[in-house]
């Protein structure tokens, strides 16, 4: 069973800072992954995609990484911005390509 | 508009009520979801289908069940509604093809079981 794991639960820095958000999951044999931002009563919003095939993906101030073989992706927030409080959440898509298995998330709140 | 729209968005029931949750959505995709999320257990999958003739269980079934009345349309019911399924519940959709497995949400609907 896959088994999905986010670190740190929770994050606070001040603005302008760079910042790495950590997911590992158990089972390397995965179809894809995605990072979704959780916005309080709101729904999840994915940010980026990445195939099992790919390294990494961005998307303007965002890249995310993979690493299938370790079981590890990062998500980089370049030059943090209040707008940037969220709960980032991890995803790993399971070989049918339709299935996600969801980690706890990441509650990162940016200080002006 | 929102292309997933969930209703109602908040609800407050009494145990062993039935209750229904109904997801809508206006993007054309086959394949809907409906996951739960409770504090310090991520978001779990209750149910998916691939297409209107297709129901499969996820990861945690048990209390609930679904149907899928056309493309757009995929309900979530609750027969008899206890404590422990008080949970923020949301509705997903993807496209079998074109972005390869991207899910997009509903805003959750907010079930408390008293």
């Known amino acids: 069973k896959q088994e999905v794991t986010q670190i740190p639960a929770a994050l606070s820095v001040p603005e302008g800072e760079n910042l790495v958000l950590n997911c590992s999951f158990t089972?390397?044999?995965?179809?894809?992954l995605q990072w979704f931002r959780q916005d309080p009563g709101k729904g999840l919003t994915s940010l980026l995609l990445i195939q099992s095939s790919q390294r990494e993906q961005t998307s303007g101030r965002l890249n995310a990484s993979l690493d299938k073989s370790s079981g590890r992706s990062t998500l980089y927030i370049a030059a943090s911005q209040p707008g940037d409080s969220a709960t980032y959440l991890c995803a790993v898509g399971e070989t049918s390509g339709s299935r996600l298995t969801f980690g706890e998330g990441t509650q990162l709140t940016v200080n002006p | 508009d929102a292309d997933v729209t969930q209703t109602p968005r908040n609800r407050i029931t009494k145990t062993g009520k039935r209750i229904m949750l109904e997801c809508s959505q206006t993007?054309?995709?086959?394949?809907m979801y409906w996951y739960r999320q409770d504090p310090g257990l991520g978001l779990r999958l209750i149910y998916y289908s691939f297409d209107v003739k297709d129901i499969n269980k996820g990861e945690i079934s048990d209390g609930y069940s679904v149907s899928r009345q056309a493309q757009a349309k995929f309900s979530l019911s609750l027969e008899s509604a206890i404590p422990n399924q008080t949970a923020l519940y949301f509705c997903?959709?993807?496209?079998?093809?074109?972005?390869?497995?991207?899910?997009?949400f509903g805003p959750g609907t907010r079930l408390t079981v008293l």
């Open positions: 089972d390397s044999a995965i179809y894809n």
């Open positions: 997903a959709t993807s496209d079998t093809t074109v972005a390869q497995g991207v899910q997009y």
């Open positions: 993007k054309g995709h086959d394949r």
